[in-house]
């Protein structure tokens, strides 16, 4: 059983991030690059008994996101290995400026350079998209959500990143809250009947309904969701279905094609949240290199 450095345990707790979650991913991750064998180039090229300094350096700025998953990466490969960490997960990092120097030895510091930064320029990537998304829409009272397209296996890193980002999380999981889509009203037959069907199954739990048109929001209304998720919708209708829903202390959130540019006239509706899968299924990593320096 691997144990995490103090560090690492830190940046991890500071996260709010599983250790026995965190360490699964990591294992899973280094066991597929290692693929049974060992690091082959490393290991011909590098004497073992070679010290150095990794420093984790972005190569251009953004959110960082995803340092305690790094560094577990780095605690599970190289022996002995020590953290110096110089910023924090939800820091803007400027360009040029190491977030993190491990040391330890060469060769392993080597083999773990790809699964570290694969994990932190993809988190730091989701963390920077949702800063954007953000501070779009600063000043109108809307958040920027999540949803659940995200990358199996690293839902709660990924929810995490949107979280430094700025961002708030949907629902983590589908046991955790109920969202009553288009399907599940046609299979139901009706928004009224779908949203009972969930509420006497599942009565403590908040029940949020995926509406297309006003009527549907309406009805929706006289159901009693907690939640309107307005699917697809103009501004015009948006402004309509948040005048309906906001008298009854209903929240709401428009979903459904929406884009940077016309973030901040969606969010000027009143909509509650704007639902941006793109955040987890679609955000370019954030570039961090690994510069190593042996002594």
């Known amino acids: 059983m691997t144990r995490l450095s103090a560090a690492t345990g830190a940046a991890l707790d500071a996260a709010g991030l599983d250790p026995a979650y965190v360490l699964d991913v990591v294992r899973r991750a280094v066991a597929e690059d290692l693929d049974g064998g060992a690091d082959v180039t490393s290991v011909a090229t590098v004497p073992p008994d070679l010290q150095g300094v990794a420093a984790f350096v972005p190569r251009r700025p953004g959110t960082l996101a995803g340092l305690g998953a790094a560094m577990a990466v780095l605690d599970v ?15 803007s990092v400027p360009s040029g400026r190491a977030v993190l120097e491990s040391t330890g030895p060469v060769r392993e510091l080597l083999t773990a350079e ?6 932190l320029c993809h988190l730091s990537g989701i963390a920077t998209l949702t800063r954007t998304w953000v501070d779009a829409v600063a000043g109108t009272g809307a958040g920027i959500r999540d949803t659940r397209k995200t990358t199996p296996g690293l839902r709660a890193l990924e929810k995490h990143a949107v979280r430094c980002g700025g961002g708030t999380n949907h629902r983590m ?4 809250a109920a969202l009553v889509k288009d399907n599940h009203v046609l299979a139901a037959g009706g928004v009224r009947a779908a949203f009972q ?6 009565p403590t739990l908040p029940v949020e309904v995926e509406c297309d048109t006003l009527a549907q929001v ?6 009693g969701a907690h939640l309107v998720l307005l699917d697809n919708m103009t501004v015009e209708q948006l ?3 948040v005048a309906l829903c906001r008298p009854r202390g209903v929240l709401t959130e428009a979903s459904g094609g929406l884009t940077l540019p016309a973030a901040r006239a969606v969010a000027g ?4 949240y704007l639902a941006v899968g793109a955040l987890t299924h679609s955000a370019p990593v954030l570039d961090l290199g690994m510069d190593l320096t042996c002594s």
């Open 218 to 223: 309406a009805e929706a209304l006289e159901a």
């Open 114 to 119: 790809r699964t570290a930064l694969n994990l």
């Open 173 to 176: 999981s589908l046991s955790d």
């Open 77 to 91: 490969v190289v022996p002995d290995v020590r953290h110096r960490v110089h910023a924090d997960d939800g820091a």
């Open 197 to 202: 069907a969930v509420r006497d199954r599942a």
């Open 269 to 272: 509706t009143g909509v509650t």
């Open 239 to 241: 402004r309509e279905a």
